[in-house]
């Protein structure tokens, strides 16, 4: 009898989305608001799991500790951890010293798991840029992580959250969840009435998806919908502003978001910029490096989405 081949399947734990990838490539990403709903996190992470029966083995990582359902990261990560456990599945935890640890070190030592997932995605991709300089970009939904590589390693000045906003290495700026407000800080609505993803959906950056009720107001995720959240950023409806003018709104929103970016990424210039992410589009209308490797066009559009999670499961195995 040969031997069951073993599949390890990296899980990338946030506070809105769960990711889980396999190095086939296979990946999967689902919604999943930590924050409303930290007690149904085992649940969700097993129904993930169970989209890959092959699995035998898990590689973590995680963000959602910072969620505000938690008192202190610490009990966010022991909690994220009590979940991985009730997978009953072997588990190694990546921590920003660039190796796994134990469930108990990771106890031991949260801030070295805590918010790690950059530090994994950067350890993988470094390997597209294995002499020299280069820079690795991946924008989601809520964040964008700017990472500095040199000689196939990542090099980031900062390791917590709070280190990495200082340097400049990760931006509050996403193409999802970043709030209107917190972009155009003037003369719009200081409300959550829409987020980036409506400006995205209507100048068709991203597609609809009606089955998405993620959204500021909780409706779906069309571009007649996105309209209407745009209008009450601006004090009025759909009714008081048409649609030329709630499309050159998302345009104005659009540029600023690539303006924030540009100031990022231009203190942290490279010849070569690795990109990835469900904001790539984004960040390519940003960058002029003059050599891009594009992830998406290595692994797939939904493997990139994915990446930290496929990241891990890649560096399980080598």
């Given at each position: 009898?040969?031997?069951?081949?073993?599949?390890?399947?990296?899980?990338?734990?946030?506070?809105?989305?769960?990711?889980?990838?396999?190095?086939?490539?296979?990946?999967?990403?689902?919604?999943?608001?930590?924050?409303?709903?930290?007690?149904?996190?085992?649940?969700?992470?097993?129904?993930?799991?169970?989209?890959?029966?092959?699995?035998?083995?898990?590689?973590?990582?995680?963000?959602?500790?910072?969620?505000?359902?938690?008192?202190?990261?610490?009990?966010?990560?022991?909690?994220?951890?009590?979940?991985?456990?009730?997978?009953?599945?072997?588990?190694?935890?990546?921590?920003?010293?660039?190796?796994?640890?134990?469930?108990?070190?990771?106890?031991?030592?949260?801030?070295?798991?805590?918010?790690s997932n950059w530090h994994a995605l950067a350890t993988f991709a470094a390997s597209f840029a294995p002499s020299g300089p280069a820079l690795l970009v991946d924008m989601g939904s809520t964040t964008t992580d700017i990472i500095p590589l040199k000689d196939g390693r990542p090099c980031a000045a900062g390791r917590t959250d709070w280190e990495r906003l200082l340097t400049g290495e990760l931006v509050y700026r996403g193409v999802g969840r970043t709030a209107i407000h917190a972009v155009l800080n003037e003369k719009v609505c200081a409300e959550l009435f829409a987020t980036t993803q409506d400006a995205f959906v209507v100048l068709g950056d991203i597609p609809e998806d009606a089955t998405n009720t993620d959204t500021a107001d909780g409706r779906p995720l069309?571009?007649?919908?996105?309209?209407?959240?745009?209008?009450?950023?601006?004090?009025?409806?759909?009714?008081?502003?048409?649609?030329?003018?709630?499309?050159?709104?998302?345009?104005?929103?659009r540029n600023r978001v690539c303006e924030d970016l540009r100031a990022s990424i231009g203190r942290h210039a490279a010849p070569v910029a690795i990109v990835s992410g469900a904001g790539e589009f984004l960040i390519r209308r940003t960058l002029d490096s003059p050599r891009i490797v594009s992830l998406n066009d290595a692994l797939g559009p939904a493997v990139s989405a994915c990446a930290p999670a496929f990241a891990l499961a890649t560096l399980s195995t080598s």
């Amino acid at each position: 009898m040969y031997p069951t081949r073993m599949t390890i399947l990296g899980l990338d734990i946030g506070g809105a989305n769960l990711k889980a990838a396999t190095t086939e490539p296979r990946a999967a990403s689902v919604p999943f608001p930590l924050w409303k709903h930290p007690e149904k996190l085992p649940a969700a992470l097993s129904q993930l799991v169970t989209r890959f029966p092959e699995a035998s083995e898990l590689a973590v990582t995680m963000t959602g500790e910072l969620c505000d359902c938690y008192e202190t990261k610490r009990e966010g990560v022991n909690a994220i951890l009590d979940a991985v456990e009730s997978l009953r599945l072997p588990a190694r935890i990546w921590a920003t010293s660039g190796r796994f640890v134990s469930v108990e070190a990771a106890r031991a030592s949260h801030l070295e798991v805590a918010a790690s997932n950059w530090h994994a995605l950067a350890t993988f991709a470094a390997s597209f840029a294995p002499s020299g300089p280069a820079l690795l970009v991946d924008m989601g939904s809520t964040t964008t992580d700017i990472i500095p590589l040199k000689d196939g390693r990542p090099c980031a000045a900062g390791r917590t959250d709070w280190e990495r906003l200082l340097t400049g290495e990760l931006v509050y700026r996403g193409v999802g969840r970043t709030a209107i407000h917190a972009v155009l800080n003037e003369k719009v609505c200081a409300e959550l009435f829409a987020t980036t993803q409506d400006a995205f959906v209507v100048l068709g950056d991203i597609p609809e998806d009606a089955t998405n009720t993620d959204t500021a107001d909780g409706r779906p995720l069309t571009r007649a919908k996105s309209l209407a959240r745009l209008a009450r950023m601006l004090g009025g409806d759909i009714d008081s502003h048409s649609d030329d003018q709630l499309v050159r709104f998302a345009e104005t929103i659009r540029n600023r978001v690539c303006e924030d970016l540009r100031a990022s990424i231009g203190r942290h210039a490279a010849p070569v910029a690795i990109v990835s992410g469900a904001g790539e589009f984004l960040i390519r209308r940003t960058l002029d490096s003059p050599r891009i490797v594009s992830l998406n066009d290595a692994l797939g559009p939904a493997v990139s989405a994915c990446a930290p999670a496929f990241a891990l499961a890649t560096l399980s195995t080598s």
